[in-house]
Nanobody, 121 residues
């Protein structure tokens, strides 16, 4: 069983910044991918950013140039730095981790509970 703990969400003004964090815990043997998705009311969940083993990253078109994803492998933590936030960035942001976990190693995908980001004056 893998648990994801998210933090850093909140209320910010347009043009402001937030830094989200997600820490994975449990019997984790190897993390293949860590990323962030978001879901606004009435819309489907969409990719924000993802990083994979090997160091490559990918960003959703709506946030390119305004966000940066990073990892601390020693802490099993992924961060999402968000700048120049817009009202349309308002959504629940979910951490997603694809990893191998024990005690009998199996590859699976896990979701966090989500953290609310609200961009408003």
């Amino acid at each position: 069983q893998v648990q994801l703990a998210e933090s850093g969400g909140g209320l910010v003004q347009p043009g402001g910044s937030l830094r989200l964090s997600c820490t994975a815990s449990g019997n984790i043997l190897n993390i293949a991918r860590m990323g962030w998705y978001r879901q606004a009311p009435g819309k489907e969940r969409e990719l924000v950013a993802v990083t994979i083993s090997g160091g490559s990253t990918n960003y959703g078109d709506s946030v390119k140039g305004r966000v940066a994803i990073s990892r601390d492998n020693a802490k099993n933590t992924v961060y999402l730095q968000m700048n120049s936030l817009k009202p349309e960035d308002t959504a629940v942001y979910y951490c997603r981790v694809a990893c191998v976990a024990g005690p009998r190693p199996k590859f699976d995908t896990y979701w966090g509970q989500g953290t609310q980001v609200t961009v408003s004056s």
